[in-house]
């Protein structure tokens, strides 16, 4: 189990303000959000193959959009 990570409750309060982040951003700007927000959290990260391994993960687990989801 991660020792870092957000109990339930922070996780939907982040959730939804980083949803809410990437509404303001616009659709023309949400992947260089998506890029920037990405860089801030590996540098609080710290640790680069930490950062390596988590773009991995989020890629595996990427599901493919649905117009029925």
């Not at 939804?16 to 509404?23: G, L």
């Not at 801030?40 to 595996?60: I, N, P, T, W």
């Amino acid at each position: 189990m991660n020792p870092h990570a957000l109990a339930p409750e922070s996780r939907d309060r982040v959730y939804a303000a980083c949803a809410r982040a990437i509404s303001e951003a616009g659709s023309e700007r949400e992947s260089l959000f998506l890029a920037r927000l990405a860089l801030l959290l590996f540098e609080q990260v710290g640790e680069e193959s930490r950062c390596m391994k988590a773009l991995d993960d989020a890629l595996k687990a990427l599901p493919i959009p649905s117009l029925s989801a």
